[in-house]
């Protein structure tokens, strides 16, 4: 009997050409797409966002010519919880969060993880560029960066668990975009063309402060900016609008270029400073998953991610208690934001990860 896969399509190119190489290597697949929201509920249009009924109906599409049954799973209220609610506590807190990693942990690879057992599955398939292997010494699952370094996805995958690892294939880890979208042309797949998704799925032309405000029905009012030495610059049009970084959009008219350097929550305040203010070695991380050790039991060197984007830094990392780490980088980096994802590189190997919670 063969192993059954159940394969996560969104729609696009690359979850298809996913179960296009899963049915190739002999697996039962099945192909799902999850509902995550009406789009009407968070006040985007139907077309829009990789939720869309275009995008169900490209899966549906493509499951079809591959001869695969095709379901919609419901996961709306789970992905209100634990990806929707998340994202907008963080940012009344004063942090930038990584809904997409959210949506990997609690949707992606925990809900339908587990509906794919309850359904006799033996593995779940994403589209996902990065690399999953068995290191033969340890017996631990290892996750690593994709072959396509360009498309490398392995960051917004650090939370994902042993158990989940063994049971998870990423078949277009060892192939480059380009060999994905060669694929699906010569199989004459309906989404062989299609763009990838950029912005978050839930939140229009990348408004997230309108969205925030819309779905809280609360008003965030404006307030000050201030320098470093709490001096006033100027009034702010609401504090979730600005992130850690930020020179372009603050309206004030000023000799030299000012950054937000901090958000003082409790006291409405935008910090403003020089570039230069901006740069940190130290940071501490909490909320943490471990992939290639099970432990950290003394300073490691590494390479660090504090961003998406960011090419990874050379730094030492301390695991300070069951649920935290500390990380000194070599060299002072730019921007650390609280609430944003830190990943830990040994080589191409992740070594685990968890969420910024301070900066030194």
Known sequence: MNKKALIAMSGGVDSSVAAYLMKEAGYDCTGVTMKLFQNE?????????????????????????????FHVFNFSERFEECVIRRFVDAYENGMTPNPCIDCNRFLKFDKLYSRAKELGCDTIVTGHYAQIEQDPQTGR?????????????????????????????????SMTKI?????????????????????????????????????????????????????????????????????????????????????????????????????????????????SVSEITEPMRVKAKVRY???????????????SLRVDFDEPQRAITKGQALVLYDGDTVVGGGTINSVL
């Open 141 to 173: 699952f290892l996750l690593k960066k994709s072959v396509d370094d360009s498309k490398d996805q392995s960051y917004v995958l650090y939370t994902l668990t042993q158990d989940q690892l063994a049971h998870t294939m990423f078949p277009l880890g």
């Open 309 to 323: 984007r960011q090419k990874e830094q050379w730094a030492t990392v301390t695991q300070t208690g069951e649920d």
């Open 41 to 69: 509920d968070v006040g985007i249009s139907r077309d829009h966002s990789c939720c869309s009924l275009d995008d169900v109906e490209d899966a549906r599409n493509v499951a079809f010519h591959l001869g695969i049954p």
């Open 179 to 291: 060999e994905t979208r060669e694929i699906a042309e010569a199989q004459g797949f309906i989404n062989a063309r299609k763009h990838d998704s950029q912005d978050i799925c839930f939140v229009q032309d990348g408004s997230y402060a309108d969205f925030i405000e819309s779905y809280t029905g609360r008003v965030f009012p404006e307030g000050d900016f201030v320098d470093q030495e709490g001096n006033t610059m100027g009034r702010h049009k609401g504090i979730i609008r600005y992130t850690i970084g930020q020179r372009k959009g603050l309206g004030l008219s000023v000799p030299e270029p000012v950054y937000v350097c901090r958000l003082d929550m409790d006291n409405n305040q935008v910090i403003l400073g020089k570039n230069e203010d901006l740069f940190s070695r130290t940071l501490t991380a909490n909320d943490i998953n471990l992939i």
